[in-house]
């Protein structure tokens, strides 16, 4: 079970979890000392749980770890099909060729009418296996796309949808049915590169799945809610970030003047030591928020990071553009994240052509809200910088920002390499702020913190 250990490990660590020497040998010392040479489930996962992932997200994160390698428990089984609740029949039988030619047409025929209960049963009955030497996802969808049919009621709906006599009411719940099939097809490729130990592939899926490294661009909405909690906590930590002003406390550095004024006020021998302590500091911010499409995850965290905090301090403003630029703060006061997030959905007005203009943008900044800035304020822009082709760029309305303000930061969604992609205007923008962070996840996002 030893070696089974160190490849964990270094999977782990492939995966950005910090896996210290230290620990890979604490986790042996105790597999020594509990003298079991055969591979137990149980006894796997307390291993690992217990000395390599200590996190808060760590439990669910070494149970799916477990049932990769031994399987999952009777009980949870039919989590891991993942097929939208559809249970399987005491006559099902998952060792089938999926090559039947009868079930083929039948399942089919079940897409063509919309028949979606039909369509998970006899995806489910085929028992369609991976070849284990497949190990690219594309061509593994190719394959059983093919082989359950997929790709003829694909065809078939799609010349449905070209012929005109063909009545909408069948052909939408066709083309869902079709949908969700497809779906179905993704889930169930997806546990099987997992269960062959695809190593690119693995180290992908588990990068998704460790909150503090998963993009926030590509975060897959059953893990949103993972990176969500992370996010939450890296805003109550700013929320409380110590400032340069001290109180009174019962721990810090001992003060040599108040402790001597307090005891000539007591006519004694200074005995009595005041100590200070650094207070939270109120932080300033505004944030400057892309909200089109392609950094629409990566915003969400944004607003949930600068929620957090508002509700802590008033003394945060947000605005959000697309190609036009309007004040979101009201949104985020006195309701709760999810109703603020929904209500932002219905505000109209900042996205007109739906293509960011950077430089509209910023001249309407410029013209709004310059004069409020004052220099206690950091300014954070959050966005990918990409302008769509617009004439304008607005560079010269940074440094008017970053004279007025105490800081002026950018974040981008994306590593350093994407930003001379396309229209990219990060190198333009770079030299008039006090700087540019790549934020593509929650460390990073940490890093940024730490570093103001």
């Given at each position: 079970?030893?070696?089974?250990?160190?490849?964990?490990?270094?999977?782990?660590?492939?995966?950005?979890?910090?896996?210290?020497?230290?620990?890979?040998?604490?986790?042996?010392?105790?597999?020594?000392?509990?003298?079991?040479?055969?591979?137990?489930?149980?006894?796997?996962?307390?291993?690992?749980?217990?000395?390599?992932?200590?996190?808060?997200?760590?439990?669910?994160?070494?149970?799916?770890?477990?049932?990769?390698?031994?399987?999952?428990?009777?009980?949870?089984?039919?989590?891991?099909?993942?097929?939208?609740?559809?249970?399987?029949?005491?006559?099902?039988?998952?060792?089938?060729?999926?090559?039947?030619?009868?079930?083929?047409?039948?399942?089919?025929?079940?897409?063509?009418?919309?028949?979606?209960?039909?369509?998970?049963?006899?995806?489910?009955?085929?028992?369609?296996?991976?070849?284990?030497?497949?190990?690219?996802?594309?061509?593994?969808?190719?394959?059983?796309?093919?082989?359950?049919?997929?790709?003829?009621?694909?065809?078939?709906?799609?010349?449905?949808?070209?012929?005109?006599?063909?009545?909408?009411?069948?052909?939408?719940?066709?083309?869902?049915?079709?949908?969700?099939?497809?779906?179905?097809?993704?889930?169930?490729?997806?546990?099987?590169?997992?269960?062959?130990?695809?190593?690119?592939?693995?180290?992908?899926?588990?990068?998704?799945?460790?909150?503090?490294?998963?993009?926030?661009?590509?975060?897959?909405?059953?893990?949103?809610?993972?990176?969500?909690?992370?996010?939450?906590?890296?805003?109550?930590?700013?929320?409380?970030?110590?400032?340069?002003?001290?109180?009174?406390?019962?721990?810090?550095?001992?003060?040599?003047?108040?402790?001597?004024?307090?005891?000539?006020?007591?006519?004694?021998?200074?005995?009595?030591?005041?100590?200070?302590?650094?207070?939270?500091?109120?932080?300033?911010?505004?944030?400057?928020?892309?909200?089109?499409?392609?950094?629409?995850?990566?915003?969400?965290?944004?607003?949930?990071?600068?929620?957090?905090?508002?509700?802590?301090?008033?003394?945060?403003?947000?605005?959000?553009?697309?190609?036009?630029?309007?004040?979101?703060?009201?949104?985020?006061?006195?309701?709760?994240?999810?109703?603020?997030?929904?209500?932002?959905?219905?505000?109209?007005?900042?996205?007109?052509?739906?293509?960011?203009?950077?430089?509209?943008?910023?001249?309407?900044?410029?013209?709004?809200?310059?004069?409020?800035?004052?220099?206690?304020?950091?300014?954070?822009?959050?966005?990918?910088?990409?302008?769509?082709?617009?004439?304008?760029?607005?560079?010269?309305?940074?440094?008017?920002?970053?004279?007025?303000?105490?800081?002026?930061?950018?974040?981008?969604?994306?590593?350093?390499?994407?930003?001379?992609?396309?229209?990219?205007?990060?190198?333009?923008y770079q030299p008039h702020c006090t700087g540019m962070y790549p934020c593509p996840d929650v460390r990073a996002l940490s890093r940024f913190l730490s570093d103001i």
């Amino acid at each position: 079970m030893a070696w089974l250990i160190v490849k964990i490990a270094r999977l782990l660590r492939a995966a950005g979890v910090p896996v210290s020497c230290a620990e890979v040998a604490d986790c042996l010392a105790v597999l020594e000392a509990h003298g079991s040479t055969a591979p137990d489930k149980y006894l796997f996962y307390d291993l690992v749980n217990a000395t390599m992932v200590k996190a808060a997200w760590g439990k669910e994160f070494v149970m799916w770890l477990v049932e990769l390698y031994f399987g999952p428990d009777f009980e949870t089984a039919m989590n891991h099909q993942r097929f939208a609740g559809v249970m399987s029949s005491p006559g099902d039988d998952r060792s089938g060729g999926g090559r039947d030619v009868s079930m083929r047409k039948e399942i089919i025929q079940a897409a063509m009418t919309g028949n979606l209960g039909t369509v998970h049963l006899l995806f489910r009955q085929m028992g369609l296996v991976l070849d284990p030497l497949i190990e690219d996802r594309e061509q593994a969808l190719e394959s059983f796309q093919d082989r359950c049919g997929w790709l003829d009621a694909a065809n078939l709906i799609a010349q449905a949808g070209n012929d005109a006599s063909v009545d909408s009411n069948i052909l939408g719940p066709a083309q869902q049915t079709l949908e969700k099939w497809l779906s179905l097809i993704e889930t169930e490729v997806d546990f099987q590169l997992e269960k062959n130990m695809s190593l690119p592939f693995l180290v992908d899926v588990m990068k998704a799945r460790n909150p503090e490294v998963a993009s926030f661009v590509s975060c897959r909405d059953e893990h949103m809610a993972l990176v969500s909690r992370e996010v939450k906590k890296l805003g109550k930590r700013l929320a409380v970030h110590k400032g340069f002003r001290l109180k009174p406390g019962r721990k810090g550095k001992v003060n040599l003047a108040r402790t001597l004024r307090l005891a000539m006020k007591k006519n004694q021998v200074p005995m009595d030591l005041v100590k200070m302590v650094s207070k939270p500091s109120k932080p300033r911010l505004w944030l400057i928020c892309d909200v089109s499409n392609s950094v629409r995850k990566f915003i969400y965290f944004m607003m949930l990071l600068a929620y957090t905090t508002q509700n802590t301090y008033s003394r945060i403003r947000s605005f959000l553009f697309v190609d036009n630029l309007m004040e979101a703060t009201d949104y985020f006061k006195g309701s709760a994240w999810q109703d603020s997030l929904l209500s932002l959905k219905y505000m109209k007005g900042i996205n007109v052509t739906g293509f960011s203009d950077y430089g509209k943008v910023l001249r309407q900044f410029k013209t709004g809200f310059l004069d409020q800035l004052t220099p206690k304020t950091t300014v954070i822009v959050l966005g990918d910088a990409r302008n769509n082709g617009h004439r304008d760029d607005g560079c010269d309305v940074l440094p008017l920002i970053r004279e007025r303000a105490a800081a002026l930061y950018w974040l981008s969604p994306f590593d350093r390499q994407a930003w001379t992609d396309r229209d990219c205007l990060m190198h333009k923008y770079q030299p008039h702020c006090t700087g540019m962070y790549p934020c593509p996840d929650v460390r990073a996002l940490s890093r940024f913190l730490s570093d103001i």
